[in-house]
């Protein structure tokens, strides 16, 4: 991540979130970070690509590059955002690149940066199929587009639910149908165990295909995130072999979960925000003391927190 590509576009998104009575970002430091993401998008439309040895998280990059122009809508913003639409579009796993839809990773994203045919997909996961879908919608593409029809069936595999026997399943999410290692709570039998950030994934991944709280999906996800919330400790997680877990995903379920909360038009409880003005620096930022997946880095978990107050 040192090479700013995933970084500045994710900071970037948190900023131009903050209400502008709040904060505003000077005009010269949009215009230096919308500079760096121009500047490190190559011809295909890719971000995070810069370092062909070393990929930089370049769906999540885009995703969050394509976010953070739409928010700003600065001169050029839509000729910007083009050919990165076109680029997570062809990095879906669908049939335009082999798969179909029995397949385990059909109508998600995965790290991105080149095309992964059948039997191999790569990483695939939840987190990152979100980012894109809310990148997408962003964009401007319909909720019928092909392509949050085929996310859909991904969506919905990654679902502790069974819309025809809905009280054998608790309704969270769990975090990748191809890689049981990933799914960091671990499992009950045959069956991943939902946990609090993937189950906020998973309720934003189907609002930003045009789902509400209609949805039974939506409501069954919903319901296991309230009954499971209690403040920044992420839920799900069972046992002293995931004991570092609750911890080290704090900033990343803050953030996820307010946000799904407020997607769907409810407010959470204040413990996220409480919890955010007793732990904040006093230089500002945040940081997290578990390092499991870079909330230790201020500028990883400064900006989660960010989100997290926004929506709050």
């Given at each position: ?15 131009l979130q903050v209400p502008s009575n ?291």
């Amino acid at each position: 991540m040192r090479s700013g590509q995933s970084l500045t576009p994710f900071v970037l998104d948190a900023l131009l979130q903050v209400p502008s009575n709040v904060y505003r970002l000077p005009s010269d430091k949009l215009e230096r970070a919308i500079r760096f993401i121009r500047a490190n998008t190559n011809a295909d439309g890719v971000l995070g690509m810069m370092d062909p040895s070393l990929p930089d998280y370049p769906n999540y990059a885009t995703a969050l590059a394509v976010s953070a122009l739409c928010r700003a809508k600065r001169a050029g913003w839509e000729k910007d955002i083009r050919p990165m639409v076109a680029y997570l579009r062809r990095m879906q796993f669908s049939e335009q690149n082999g798969w179909k839809p029995a397949d385990a990773p059909y109508g998600a994203w995965g790290m991105g940066g080149m095309e992964h045919p059948p039997p191999n997909p790569g990483h695939v996961d939840l987190s990152m199929t979100r980012y894109v879908l809310q990148a997408l919608r962003a964009a401007g593409v319909a909720s019928d587009d092909p392509a949050f029809a085929r996310a859909r069936i991904f969506i919905e595999h990654c679902q502790n639910y069974d819309p025809e026997h809905p009280k054998d399943a608790d309704g969270g999410f769990f975090f990748s149908t191809t890689e049981s290692d990933t799914n960091k709570a671990g499992q009950d039998g045959q069956h991943f165990r939902s946990y609090g950030t993937t189950t906020a994934d998973g309720i934003l991944a189907l609002v930003a295909i045009g789902g509400t709280l209609q949805d039974r999906r939506i409501r069954a996800a919903h319901n296991w995130l309230i009954s499971h919330h209690r403040d920044m400790a992420v839920p799900g997680f069972v046992g002293p072999a995931y004991q570092r877990w609750p911890q080290g995903l704090a900033f990343y379920y803050g953030a996820a979960a307010t946000e799904a909360f407020h997607a769907l038009g409810n407010l959470m409880d204040t413990s996220v925000a409480n919890a955010l003005k007793r732990t904040q620096r006093r230089d500002g930022s945040w940081v997290n003391p578990e390092n499991l997946v870079k909330e230790d880095d201020p500028l990883i978990a400064t900006a989660f927190a960010v989100r997290a107050l926004v929506n709050q």
